[in-house]
């Protein structure tokens, strides 16, 4: 997702003894950085992964525990971190449950989009950039991050809830719109045609639909190939598959995230159940890597000139994240307090954000993008995780409006 895997292995491999003796002390001052924070994380009772954030910001280019030879592996267990997120993720619903899910929020989806990217678009406007970076500051307010919502959601047990599945519709919604949404902008960033944009698009879509009904026609049989009594075997086909999936999707411009959670949707039955037992400690090591590393791509010295905008952005489309959210779950009979928390739950950004600020960074088509994105991620990605702890404590409008009208 952030860079070519092969070529983080060829680093590897061509580091040496004494260079792969310096990555493994530093992936283990890195792992123990983690333990320690999770504790602390435990004791004070928040969410660990703004902890895993700064984390990442201190030993990042800039910070002050820099580490420089075990980066390209822990890009890799980012990558590997995103996957085995959203694998799981998919486990929890079935296909029948994420069909009626979209067949129920569409509109909502609409809505997210319009809300949640006209903020950035304008402001890149009012900041004199380009239309074609001004999209992509869209793109980046828009998506939600699916890596950091379904690794809170499993903190804060809260798969059961009525209102996970809106939640849970809107991202995929959000994701099949970057895997439209990618292409058309990575051809327009090398000049081609609006056709060419639409080709890929098509091709990008066509994919998801295919991966969708296969998960919803022949989720038994698959499941029925995987299942295994052994737990290594059924690790490593689960595994194997998730990969191979991946970077598939990868490959073919549709985000890795899209095609590990399709995977999830398809695996059923008691290889669905096993795998819920195995994978969590294989998720949350690789889940926190993934954090720790999107810390590390941030130099906190780039945050200063645009923490301003970027504040005011973050605050802008939480509100309409919160009212996009909250919208939704009215619309299909969820209570107050449900609606409140699913708005709340949609405020995360983090790895999508990156990565479509990433395309205009590598295309040099304005400077501030990177660093206003990194800003603005970092503030949402620890705002609103704090906020998913303490939803029910903020109460929500309805709340509000019982204590207001009680001090009358």
Known sequence: MFQDGGVHALRLVAAGPEGTGVILVELGIVLLVLAFLGRVAAKLGVPSIPLYLAAGLLMGEGGFIPVDAGEDFLAVGAQIGVVLLLLLLGLEYSPQDLQHGLRTTWQAGIVDGLANGAP?????????????????????????????????????????????????????????????????????????????????????????????????????????????????????SVLGLAFLVAGLAEAAQVSAAVGAFLLGLTLSGQVADDVRTLMPPLRDVFGGIFFVFFGLTIDPRDLWPVLLPALLLAVVTAITKIGTGMWAARRVGIGPKGQWRTGISLIPRGEFSIVIAGLGITAGIQPQLGPLAAAYVLILAIGGSLLMRFAAHIGGPAQWREELASRR
């Open 120 to 236: 950035g678009f304008l402001l890149g406007i009012m900041m004199g950039w380009t239309v074609t970076a001004s999209l992509l500051l869209a793109g980046v307010t828009y998506i939600s991050s699916s890596g950091i919502i379904a690794r809170l959601l499993d903190d804060f047990d809260r798969y059961a809830n009525r209102e996970t599945p809106v939640i849970l519709s809107i991202l995929v919604m959000e994701d099949i719109v970057m895997a439209v949404f990618l292409p058309i902008m990575a051809v327009l960033l090398v000049g081609a045609s609006l056709v060419q944009g639409a080709v890929a698009a098509g091709i990008a879509i066509a994919i998801v639909a295919a991966a969708f009904f296969i998960s919803l026609k022949f989720s038994a049989h698959v499941s029925k190939v995987v299942h295994s009594h052994s737990r290594e075997l059924l690790l490593l």
